[in-house]
């Protein structure tokens, strides 16, 4: 591995994940905040469940493996919530299995290490008309109406097996406009969106009570910013405010 060992920081879920190192995504977001701090590891995979993540859970995460992640954020269920397809294939899954698949993938990377976290993103809402304007029929079996039982079941499970969960449902829909600047095809971030679940996930790990923090600002800097060569601009300084735009102002609800 390449050194010096930094806290991992996993994402694990379907497109939600594997799209966001793209179009300033909030993955990419993350792995820019944390630069000189944690390691953001992606691991996603468009089109699939929480079924399926359950095949590959002792793959992706071993419990033997000699270093284990810090954190895993995860995110299902946007495609479990779609409706069953009359061939008896596709992507849905029950709602009741949906809870006890994530129930599963929980109690796996928490029992990793007593110093690994998990925090569950819920699925977000979706613009159904744009859904239907880029992938006509393809993606007929998606609604919000379908989605919502799966978030807030989700949310349930997150304070049953003591997870924190990010009510990325919530979230979006506060954001002025939500519906025509959220989303590039109806389902997907774009870089508003993005900017609005690396705001929530912060402000998660900030507040989480963790010994040690992950917030990026409590972890230690990887090496000295300038080795004291003089510089005229503190490197130090530029990199505390160069993601000044995701910090809490106050009176704001989120960070």
Known sequence: MVGPGRPQIVLF???IVQYSFSDN???????NIYSRTADIILRGYAGWNSRFA???LDKVFPKNAVIQPSLVIVYFGGNDSMNPHPSGHGPHVPLTEFIDN???IGEHLLSLSDKTRVIFLTP???NERQIERVFGDAMSGRSNELCRPYVEALLNLCREINVKGID???AIQ???DWLNICFTDGIHFTAKASEIVVKEILKAVREADWKPSLYWKSLPVEFPFDFDVPNSISLCDLNLTRNK???SQPGTARL
């Not at 995504?25 to 792995?31: D, N, P, V």
């Open 124 to 126: 977000p809402p979706m």
């Open 25 to 31: 995504g909030w993955g990419s977001t993350l792995a």
């Open 245 to 247: 735009q995701l910090e």
């Open 174 to 176: 506060q954001e002025d």
């Open 13 to 15: 879920g379907s497109s």
């Open 168 to 170: 990325l449902w919530t």
């Open 102 to 104: 994530m129930r599963k």
């Open 54 to 56: 359950l095949k590959v």
